[in-house]
T-cell receptor
Framework: DQQVKQNSPSLSVQEGRISILNCDYTNSMFDYFLWYKKYPAEGPTFLISISSIKDKNEDGRFTVFLNKSAKHLSLHIVPSQPGDSAVYFCAASEKGSSNTGKLIFGQGTTLQVKP | DAGITQSPRHKVTETGTPVTLRCHQTENHRYMYWYRQDPGHGLRLIHYSYGVKDTDKGEVSDGYSVSRSKTEDFLLTLESATSSQTSVYFC????????????FGPGTRLLVL
């Protein structure tokens, strides 16, 4: 039973356009959400996060939106750049209950930004 | 760079043999994690540690054990490797108070024949 799902295995966008990556979750106890980015042959790197008390968090070109009623979050990248081509993982945590840092990851979405 | 190294970086072994992977950090972080990455599954937590000799299970702990006798080292052992444990293994650390923001090592690619 996958508690965090990324239903699109891949996404291709043109340089300069918006990339939207989506993530759905089923566990209503999740209260903290993160996006990680991974290049081939490297470990994932933290990108951006959002607490369940917010519905939006922005960091430069990256914005994460959280819709708690729909149990859905999305990552917007504007404008997309070729260097953004990577695998993006969303992750969720029950931060408030245990604070152990235990993360549940989605399957990942491979983003390709074409020049 | 969070000062995390993993060894070995690549390993080929045979079914039934024991395997130990090492994660080493240089910044005395309290929390350390072991994940495996497989196609279609993303990353899944195997075990984690919240201090020396303090460890707990993650999502997919069966067939794995861990030890942490020093702050800087977190060892993952496959007691008797199986082909289903062929995977890429990542170690991660986090800063106390920001446990969800984790910094990952470069990974170990393990092939069990």
């Amino acid at each position: 039973d996958q508690q965090v799902k990324q239903n699109s295995p891949s996404l291709s966008v043109q340089e300069g356009r918006i990339s939207i990556l989506n993530c759905d979750y089923t566990n209503s106890m999740f209260d903290y959400f993160l996006w990680y980015k991974k290049y081939p042959a490297e470990g994932p790197t933290f990108l951006i996060s959002i607490s369940s008390i917010k519905d939006k968090n922005e960091d430069g070109r990256f914005t994460v939106f959280l819709n708690k009623s729909a149990k859905h979050l999305s990552l917007h990248i504007v404008p997309s750049q070729p260097g953004d081509s990577a695998v993006y993982f969303c992750a969720a945590s029950e931060k408030g209950s245990s604070n152990t840092g235990k993360l549940i990851f989605g399957q990942g979405t491979t983003l390709q930004v074409k020049p | 760079d969070a000062g995390i190294t993993q060894s070995p970086r690549h390993k080929v072994t045979e079914t039934g043999t024991p395997v130990t992977l090492r994660c080493h950090q240089t910044e005395n972080h309290r929390y350390m994690y072991w994940y495996r990455q497989d196609p279609g599954h993303g990353l899944r937590l195997i075990h984690y540690s919240y201090g020396v000799k303090d460890t707990d299970k993650g999502e997919v702990s069966d067939g794995y054990s861990v030890s942490r006798s020093k702050t800087e080292d977190f060892l993952l052992t496959l007691e008797s490797a199986t082909s289903s444990q062929t995977s890429v293994y990542f170690c991660a650390i986090s800063v106390a108070g920001l446990q969800e923001t984790q910094y990952f090592g470069p990974g170990t690619r393990l092939l069990v024949l």
